[in-house]
């Protein structure tokens, strides 16, 4: 069925270290892929998304690519802030085009 | 442009009594999805709201129910609490169709 696979976490680095969140997905067909951030105590906020293959998500020095072949949506970022600690999900927009379908979530410490 | 809304943030039942928690979307969106966050997991679909309709639904049981109204915002019910149901609930808005959904800050249920 319908899955997302993330890196477990927690993630430590430190700022301006080099940031790679791995994440696979399990899905029918070629689903819209996304990373939402959650911030301690708040809900979700969309980070950045891709809709089809080969297509680059970036937001805030944020990266991912959608990888049909791999069924991979990797999160990178070059140089971390400590403002970037909180909760990574990585997720898909099921066929029906009504559901999210979420990782269990990284999280990312960053100390200065 | 007034994002998604919910109330209340925070919420405090017994066993066995019933909840309602209440979304207003989007500006300009239509349709309104609930998700279930426990504690350390991703979010959980329970179902989506669309004309008034539930046009899809999670693997929840049916003490589990909804209601869309003509503008659009959402009320989420749960019955015969249990223990279990103690999350964050999250509201997501969309246009009808396979798009972007945005996130509320949620309510966090608390069921002793």
């Known amino acids: 069925g319908d899955s997302v696979t993330q890196m477990e976490g927690p993630v430590t680095l430190s700022e301006e270290a080099f940031l790679t969140i791995n994440c696979t997905y399990t899905a029918t067909g070629y689903p819209s892929l996304f990373w939402y951030v959650q911030y301690p105590g708040e809900g979700l906020q969309l980070l950045l998304k891709?809709?089809?293959?080969?297509d680059k998500g970036s937001n805030k020095g944020f990266e991912a690519t959608y990888r049909k072949e791999t069924t991979s949506f990797h999160l990178e970022k070059g140089s971390v802030q400590v403002s970037d600690s909180a909760v990574y999900f990585c997720a898909f927009l099921n066929q029906a085009g009504t559901a999210l379908i979420f990782g269990k979530g990284t999280t990312l410490s960053v100390s200065s | 442009d007034a994002g998604v809304t919910q109330s209340p943030t925070h919420l405090i039942k017994t066993r066995g009594q019933q909840v309602t928690l209440r979304c207003s979307p989007k500006s300009g969106h239509d349709t309104v999805s609930w998700y279930q966050q426990a504690l350390g997991q991703g979010p959980q679909f329970i179902f989506q709201?669309?004309?008034?309709?539930?046009?899809q639904r999670g693997n929840f049981p049916d003490r589990f129910s909804g209601h869309q109204f003509p503008n659009y915002s959402s009320e989420l019910n749960v019955n015969a609490l249990l223990l279990g149901d103690s999350a964050l609930y999250l509201c997501?808005?969309?246009?009808?169709?396979?798009?972007?959904?945005?996130f509320g800050p949620g309510t966090r249920l608390t069921v002793l």
């Open positions: 891709a809709t089809k293959a080969d």
């Open positions: 997501a808005s969309t246009l009808a169709g396979p798009d972007t959904q945005y």
């Open positions: 709201y669309y004309e008034e309709e539930e046009r």
